[in-house]
């Protein structure tokens, strides 16, 4: 009977047991991947054969699963642990996804709205005091469509750069290569397919200027959030 039990336990916790056992090895790569060095490039090794036995599937599994633990600041935590950058009092929501979170940076009191998409493979760098409401998209890789084999597009620099006091609102889609200057509005369900200038207020599809925002902000967000959320 008593086996039994732990054979459905087991089963009942297996994702997070697997995750577990995965985590650290994928967190050294991921720490190798942003800082480098001899004794993390030994570390990493094991990661490197998990993701590379997994097709990467091992690292995105284990990051789509911390986007449901409920709470901001293990989130935060693990995040952190996975080489992304990010300043105290910023706030990630529930069920964010993120790609290649060593090549992100969150700034001070940043706020990540639930079910976001963050895809940093190319460098994203959101600065600080930005709200992304619910459901925004962030992008710095797509295919080509010129491209015969339907490869990636390498010909330009497909960073994306999010200025201070940004407010990015809800469902809108940024695309690779787009900086979006300090205090700028990218109105809801909106696609940034260029810059955006600072202050500027933009619209629509793709996103053009329809107003402008003062620029006499000076609100910070403190990182005040629910505990269990």
Same mark, same amino acid.
């Given at each position: 009977m008593l086996l039994i039990?732990?054979?459905?336990?087991?089963?009942?916790?297996?994702? =997070?047991? @697997?995750?577990?056992?995965?985590?650290? =090895?994928? !967190?050294?790569?991921?720490?190798?991947?942003?800082?480098?060095?001899?004794?993390?490039?030994? @570390?990493?090794?094991?990661?490197?054969?998990?993701?590379? &036995?997994?097709?990467?599937?091992? !690292?995105?599994? %284990?990051?789509?699963?911390?986007?449901? %633990?409920? !709470?901001?600041?293990?989130?935060?935590?693990?995040?952190?642990? @996975?080489?992304?950058?990010?300043? $105290?009092?910023?706030?990630?929501?529930?069920?964010?996804?993120? $790609?290649?979170?060593? $090549? &992100?940076?969150?700034?001070?009191?940043?706020?990540?709205?639930?079910?976001?998409?963050?895809?940093?493979?190319?460098? &994203?760098? %959101?600065?600080?005091?930005?709200?992304?409401?619910?459901?925004?998209?962030?992008?710095t890789e797509q295919h080509d469509y010129r491209d015969p084999m339907f490869g990636y597009d390498n010909e330009r620099n497909k960073a994306v750069v999010i200025g201070d006091r940004v407010w990015i609102g809800s469902n809108v889609v940024v695309l690779p290569g787009v900086t979006i200057g300090e205090g700028a509005v990218c109105c809801a369900g909106c696609v940034v397919t260029r810059d955006v200038a600072p202050y500027d207020v933009v619209a629509g599809i793709p996103a053009r200027k329809i107003s402008t925002r003062p620029q006499t902000l000076q609100y910070e967000f403190d990182g005040t959030t629910c505990w269990f959320y």
């Open positions: 039990l732990l054979i459905l336990v087991a089963l009942l916790y297996s994702k =997070w047991i @697997l995750i577990t056992l995965t985590f650290p =090895w994928v !967190s050294l790569l991921f720490q190798f991947r942003r800082h480098k060095g001899t004794v993390r490039k030994v @570390l990493a090794v094991p990661g490197l054969v998990i993701e590379r &036995l997994t097709k990467d599937g091992a !690292s995105r599994f %284990i990051i789509l699963n911390i986007g449901f %633990i409920p !709470s901001v600041t293990l989130r935060r935590a693990l995040y952190r642990m @996975l080489g992304a950058e990010v300043e $105290r009092r910023a706030v990630v929501h529930y069920r964010t996804e993120l $790609r290649a979170p060593y $090549r &992100l940076t969150i700034g001070q009191g940043s706020i990540i709205g639930d079910n976001a998409i963050l895809d940093a493979r190319n460098d &994203l760098r %959101i600065g600080r005091n930005v709200n992304l409401s619910s459901n925004v998209s962030i992008y």
